[in-house]
Each structure stands twice: as C-alpha cells, then as structure tokens.
C-alpha cells in the first residue's frame, strides 16, 4: 500500500494555496481507501521561524485541524497527528545531520527563498536553515512514498531523497525514497497571492483564508490585483501573468458560466474576449467571488459546526499522535539497527 505524509505549518489559518496545492489531493486520496496516510501539523517546524511567537503556533493548532476537517480529512480514514508529539523525529534529524552538509542546504532554493522573505539577514536560526532536514525525518519515519505538496516544497523532497539514498547506501536498506505528487493542474502548485505576489502565503498576508467570511472574500476578490495595462474596459488585456485568471484557472469550471455568467461557454472564450478587449475587470472579478463562494459556503458552514466540540478534535489529534509516534519508533529502531547503534538489543560489541 502506498503510504501518504504530508502536513502544514501552524502559522495561520488554511488558504486557498492549501485547498488547491494539497489539500483538495488529499483528501481525495484518502477517500479511495488505497492509501495509508499520515497528516501532520508542523508545530515544531513552524517554530523555527516564530521561537518568540509560541502563541501564534499554539492557537493556530486547533485551526489548522478544523481547516483539515471542514475540508475533508476524517480522522478515521487519516492519522493526523502534531509533529512536536513524535521525539523520534527529533532524533532522526540528528543522525541526517550528518549526511548533509552546510552549503548543500545554502542551495536549497526554497530556503533561500523564504529567507530573503523573513528578512533574515545574516541571522538565520540554525532550526530554520536546517528544517529541511528535519522534513526528511517527518517523510521518512512513516516511509512514505507519495508527498502531495505545492510547487515550493520540490527542494524539499529532493533534499529527502538524497538523505535517503545517502544513508541506504552508507548504512543499510532502510529508509524509501519519496516522490512529491503536484496538483494535476499546474496553476494549483503555486497560487499566487491576492497582490500578485509569487505565492499566496500565511506570512506574507496575500491569502483569501478557507474561513474568511462571505463579505471577507468578496471585498478581498474586488482588491485583487490584475492586468496594470488594461485601463479602459476596451483596452486589451492579458490574461496570462493576471492573478484573476490563474485564479480562476484554478478554480472554474465550465458548469460555473451555466450558473453565473451564461454569456461564455467556458473560460477559454471568456480569455478570448478579455485579450481582444471590451470585458471589464469588475465582471471577471464578480464571477470569481461567486465561483469562491460556492466553493468555501460549505468549508465554512462545516469549519463553524466543528469549532462547537475543540475537545472532541484534541483528543482525536491525541490518539492521532500516539499513533503516529509507534510508527516512527519502529522506524528509528530500524535506523539506529541499521547504523549499529543500538547497543543493547543484543551482545555484538561484547563478543
Ligand atoms: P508559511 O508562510 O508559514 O510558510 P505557507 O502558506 O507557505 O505558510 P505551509 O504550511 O508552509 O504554508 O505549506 C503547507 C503546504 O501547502 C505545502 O505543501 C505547500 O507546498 C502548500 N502551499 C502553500 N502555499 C501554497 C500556494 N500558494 N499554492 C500551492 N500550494 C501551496
Ligand atoms: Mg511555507
């Protein structure tokens, strides 16, 4: 059986980027019943760039799991678990440590992405410029295969593949190699945020939020950014750098003109009409803010039914993490075998 592990920073709220880089995938995959899968939320990762900030990824816990939930994820179908709760983990990074080094995580393009964006500087938390270390921990203690992820985790993965093929080789044939599985629509693995910006981001505050409310996303949809040289409604525009249509790229289907703008068929004639010129931004965008809104209703009528019972949801997360934390044991055992470092489990360095 395929096993599944992919997860989320508690640093805000889900946005759309989650629902359609990830999470939509997800739960997909677990309701075919194929696949065994393991949902973390990444407390401790998330600390490595907010350490002063410990409420923020606290409260933000409960939050992620109802985004989880509202979306799909059940906890009966999925273990879905909190990453600080498996010390395992921690002790698998420390032995990957070694099979990394410095200038290595210097390249990793993502890293050094995300920290020109915290503004980092020259100080960069040594647990920040090693999280991508401790990701392969997460993926490799449940040795999952299949890592459904946007478009910016890609160094991630590769990085983990290496780790693995680096101890398998050097110690013994223990750990699976994972593959990233990106959303089949390529528009969906790196939304971009509302401001145009490369991604939308909890940290950058560009995000339309799984939660955000009816009258939230109308007035985020009508501040969006779009194409800066169409002016005037007849002017042509460009459809293919303009966050509204990747949005709706992501987002539209073609039953979505039957229900809201019957003039189009389907989205390619809406482009058509946009690149000649004589389609205003308003109507795109109000199309746009219907399509999100039927999408999220349910979300977020769901999100407010479960956020009544946070015992219920922690106690889940409990059993989730005691669950998860079984798994990765095994396979730490099964690495310090492999390493020669379990000394106890029998008498090989006494005779
Ligand atoms: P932070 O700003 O704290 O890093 P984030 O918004 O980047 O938060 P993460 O928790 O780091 O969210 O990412 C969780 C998952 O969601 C990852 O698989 C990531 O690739 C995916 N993801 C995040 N943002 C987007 C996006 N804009 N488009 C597609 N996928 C995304
Ligand atoms: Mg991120």
Known sequence: ??????????????HLGHYVGSLKRRVEMQNTGKYDMHIMIADAQALTDNADDIN????????VALDYLSCGLDFDKSTIFIQSQIPELCELSFYYMNLVTVSRLQRNPTVKNEIHLRGFKQSVPVGFFTYPISQAADITAFKANLVPVGEDQLPMIEQTREIVRSFNSI????????????????RCSRLPGLDGAAKMSKSLGNCIYLSD??????????????????????????????????YLD??????????FLPAYANLAEMKAHYERGG??????????????QAELKPIREKREE????????????????QKAREVAAQTLDEVKTAMGINYFNGNSLIK
């Open 250 to 259: 992501a987002f539209c289907r073609d039953e979505h003109f039957k229900a």
């Open 1 to 14: 059986m395929d096993i599944v592990l992919t997860g989320d920073r508690p640093t805000g709220k889900l």
């Open 56 to 63: 923020k990824v606290r409260n933000n816990i409960s939050e």
């Open 171 to 186: 110690y013994k044939e223990v750990l699976v190699e994972p593959t990233a599985v990106l959303p089949e629509n390529s």
């Open 306 to 321: 479960l956020a009544k019972d946070l015992p219920y949801i922690f106690e889940k997360l409990h059993q989730g993490s």
């Open 213 to 246: 409310s009816s009258n939230d996303i109308k007035k985020k949809v009508q501040s969006m950014f779009t194409d800066p040289t169409h002016l005037r409604i007849e002017d042509p525009g460009h459809t293919e750098n303009n966050p509204v249509f990747i």
């Open 279 to 292: 389609l205003g931004d308003g109507t795109v965008k109000k199309f746009l803010n219907e399509i999100l």
